[in-house]
């Protein structure tokens, strides 16, 4: 039989890191220890430093694939089994093989490989993990389409990590040696971007220490090791729902971090029949404290809360256990034995107990007793008229039957009968029915007969028989109704606090579906809830005769209740109903404060940069104009011809200047009554550079252009849009070199598209690239023929004023990259992402309904 092959995987957090190169030095470090080593593929991508390493292997000739009328290459699957070495080195195990190909997937080749008794060295980057697919896309907003099954990873004989910094990654992707110079500015200032590699390279870390964690689970599991390994700190804080929940678990999160990287766990044991009493909103503001001390909640269920707790910290490897002291005073203790501290010390075994003392100690007696039965009235009055009833007709049905040695039978269904009035009507039904039944035996059944004399002592002893019989099953019926009602009330809060749970979620209807479940929840007639004395949401019939039950929401309103009384318990579980009522006002508050601040915000920074502009930009050309005209009206100066004539043009120059500055500001700001809007409608980004070309007279050559013909339209103001681009592309060409022009690209990027406008001139220090979209800081630009440029303060409000972003970069090959994020159009993102309904015809049309004004 043969031995399956080992598979070795090399995880990297994004392409470039070294993966590769690292197989094939890994290759050449074997074949020179005398293995049998093999290339059965390897994808160099044109890297030249990749590709000199196959020097010395052996390469295996790839197979042709013929699809649509292009020829591809992939690894020949039946070359590498027939050539059969003992490793072979296969780079890209997420690749999908050209249709037409043994397999669909390059890792079943690798199954198939591994299957003939062949090791394997591979590659694979986390994006294309199954698991992490759409956390991935999160991160760097591009979709992956070639995903392995995370099995197929975990199932590697070994992992490991090619690990390289993000700004390293950066650096070796601007030197060209990831991908060719075309790419570049586009990879570094998309899925490159610092934030995206950081996020990325943590995901791969923490990926692969849940994959250790697992082996290290599943060895312990094999050899049978039930002991804690302490590879780490891990701290479980265990919950009653009481109000010391919180003492513990700050005690727990100090504990855990005196080791440096301790984990923290709470957990809360809920009983299987739900009579276990917990307060769910401390529960709640525990579980959040849980998840600001960076650790995790969890619930389970268990019968023995000492048992649950150990079972729970043992399967978590943990290293100590936090519980509090007993809540119960001596007395209590005393009578009722030991407690769940006691019996948890004596069952942790190696976890460390820590028993913390609180303000809640020792503060509760022993459990009350309900007065009230579980059993409903209609039920104990079923069980008298039961044995009212039933008892005669049995007796009738006795004596059609008598005989003289059937008294042991006639015993036994008497007997039957005080079990079945148990059943139905519990413990009072069931002694009313003993007793009767053991008169009726002795009066009818026992010599002598017809009277109530008991002359043997075991008559004596089956009438008790009879009554403790008929005690302990009603106790049993008893507190079986007990947990079949507490499990249906538990049933129903459950449901209640999930429909609670997400009420907020559902945004401005959240209030209005909190009452409604509320009345539905507690049988109420009416609900109404009053914020700022004005009535916000009813719900049901409310009678204004009646005098409701009054729960105050937080410091602006009340919820009024109409039509029953609520018990204890409803009133525990109306807390939580109240604190998420509260939520759902707040949320509502912020909303419409956000959407009134909004467009506010966003024509408040529209006219602070155009004040700006006014001090900055009609300056110059006044200051010109003005000088000139002095010269020429001097008397002191004699000028010259030409002298008079410069200074004729100067001035003419400068209030040409003025004006067309003065036309494009009113233009841009379209002040209505002291109101300045924003005029968002469908633009295409192609049909705004030729504007702006013309406007700055660009001769062709002077500026590169790259606008994808494919590119989605966005959502702009054209006229400021333009007067961002001019100020832009008039900075780029100001710096730039004569003999590398600027360049304008464009391209989509997480639902928004990113205009690029790049020079390669010395660029801006990383402390400053803040400081340039302040105003007058223009990096050098004081002359006088700077023409129309409205400075980078006013090009960054017209931005944001439009909902977009202008951030600063720097150029990979020496420079300064503006990138302006725009959105997308609603209709063209519909259209892009395949909704059929959205024609490019449909999205000019829905270009109308998306103009909105700001302001």
Do not use: C
């Amino acid at each position: 039989m043969t031995t399956r092959g080992r598979l070795r995987v090399l995880l990297g957090a994004a392409p470039g890191v070294g993966k590769t190169y690292l197989m094939l030095e890994e290759g050449h470090r074997l074949r020179d220890l005398g293995k049998d080593v093999a290339v059965a593929v390897v994808e160099t991508h044109d890297r030249e430093a990749t590709a000199s390493l196959l020097d010395g292997l052996e390469v295996i000739p790839r197979t042709t694939v013929e699809h649509r009328g292009i020829t591809l290459t992939e690894m020949d699957l039946d070359a590498v089994l027939a050539r059969h070495p003992q490793l072979a080195l296969v780079d890209e195990l997420a690749h999908t093989n050209a249709p037409g190909s043994l397999n669909e997937k390059r890792w079943q080749d690798v199954e198939a490989i591994l299957a003939a008794g062949i090791d394997v060295i591979s590659t694979v980057n986390i994006q294309h993990i199954e698991s992490l697919n759409d956390v991935v896309e999160q991160i760097t907003g591009a979709a992956q389409r070639e995903t392995i099954p995370d099995s197929i990873v975990r199932s590697a004989t070994q992992i490991e990590v090619v690990d390289l910094a993000p700004q390293s990654l950066r650096d070796r992707l601007a030197d060209g040696h990831v991908y060719p110079a075309t790419r570049i500015d586009a990879a570094l200032s998309n899925y490159f971007r610092l934030g995206n590699l950081t996020a990325l390279r943590e995901l791969t870390l923490l990926w692969l220490a849940d994959e250790v964690d697992s082996s290290l689970q599943q060895y312990r599991a094999e050899h049978g090791i039930e002991q804690k390994w302490e590879a780490r700190e891990r701290v479980v804080v265990a919950l009653t729902g009481g109000s010391e929940g919180e003492t513990l678990l700050r005690r727990g999160a100090r504990v855990a971090a005196r080791s440096g990287a301790g984990e923290l766990l709470a957990v809360h044991v809920v009983s299987q029949d739900g009579l276990r009493e917990s307060d769910p909103a401390a529960l709640l503001a525990q579980r959040r404290l849980v998840e600001e001390l960076g650790g995790s909640y969890h619930q389970v269920v268990g019968t023995d809360i000492p048992e649950a707790l150990v079972a729970f910290a043992r399967a978590s490897n943990a290293t100590q256990l936090v519980i509090g002291v007993s809540r119960r005073n001596r007395i209590a203790a005393l009578l009722s034995g030991s407690g769940v501290g006691s019996t948890v010390v004596r069952e942790s075994g190696d976890i460390d107990v820590h028993i913390v003392t609180h303000a809640a100690a020792g503060g509760r007696s022993l459990p009350r007793l309900s007065r009230r039965g579980a059993l409903s009235a209609r039920r104990r009055i079923s069980g008298f008229v039961l044995a009212l009833v039933a008892g005669p007709l049995l007796t009738l049905a006795l004596l059609s039957i008598r005989q003289a040695d059937a008294l042991t039978a006639e015993a036994l269904a008497y007997q039957l009968l005080v079990v079945v009035v148990a059943l139905v009507g519990g413990i009072w039904p069931a002694l009313f029915a003993a007793v009767l039944s053991g008169l009726t035996l002795d009066f009818v059944f026992v010599s002598p007969y017809n009277t109530l004399t008991i002359q043997q002592p075991t008559h004596l002893l089956a009438l008790g028989l009879y009554v403790i019989i008929a005690v302990l099953v009603s106790l049993v019926v008893d507190q079986a109704a007990r947990r079949t009602r507490a499990a249906a009330r538990a049933a129903a809060e459950a449901e209640l606090l999930a429909n609670v749970a997400g009420g907020v979620i559902r945004g401005s209807d959240a209030a209005e579906a909190l009452v409604s479940r509320t009345r539905e929840a507690f049988a109420l007639q009416g609900v109404r809830l009053v914020v700022d004395d004005e009535v916000a949401v009813t719900d049901g019939d409310i009678d204004e005769t009646t005098q409701p039950t009054v729960i105050p929401v937080g410091s602006r309103g009340v919820l009024e209740l109409y039509g029953g009384d609520l018990q204890a318990a409803d009133r525990r579980l109306l807390n939580v109903i109240v604190a998420q009522v509260e939520a759902a006002l707040e949320h509502a508050d912020l909303s419409t404060v956000a959407q009134e601040v909004g467009p506010l915000e966003a024509t408040d920074r529209v006219r602070t940069a155009l004040l700006a502009a006014v001090g900055h930009d009609l300056r110059r050309p006044l200051a010109a104009a003005t000088a000139a005209v002095t010269s020429l009206r001097s008397r002191d100066t004699k000028l010259s011809g030409p002298d008079q004539e410069e200074l004729l043009e100067t001035a003419e120059d400068s209030l040409n200047n003025l004006a067309s500055l003065l036309t494009n500001l009113l233009d841009v700001s379209r002040v209505q009554s002291g109101v300045l809007a924003v005029y968002l409608d469908v633009l295409d980004v192609a049909d705004v550079i030729p504007p702006v070309l013309d406007e700055l007279k660009i001769e062709p050559g002077q500026v590169s252009v790259d606008i994808p013909s494919e590119l989605p339209p966005v959502r702009a103001d054209a006229v400021l849009l333009q007067r961002a681009m001019v100020n832009l592309l008039s900075n780029a060409l100001r710096y730039s070199p004569s003999d590398r022009p600027p360049r304008i690209s464009a391209s989509t990027f997480g639902g928004k598209i990113e205009i690029r406008v790049t020079d390669f001139g010395p660029g801006v220090p990383d402390d400053r690239k803040d400081e340039i979209f302040h105003p007058f800081q223009r990096m050098g630009d004081t002359d006088n023929t700077a023409g129309i440029g409205l400075g980078l303060a006013l090009t960054k409000g017209f931005v944001e004023g439009m909902g977009g972003a202008l951030v600063a970069e720097d150029t990979p090959a020496g420079g300064l990259t503006m990138v302006l994020s725009l959105p997308i159009a609603a209709a063209a993102q519909a259209f892009y992402e395949g909704d059929e309904s959205a024609t490019p015809d449909a999205v000019a049309e829905r270009g109308a309904g998306e103009d909105h004004r700001r302001g």
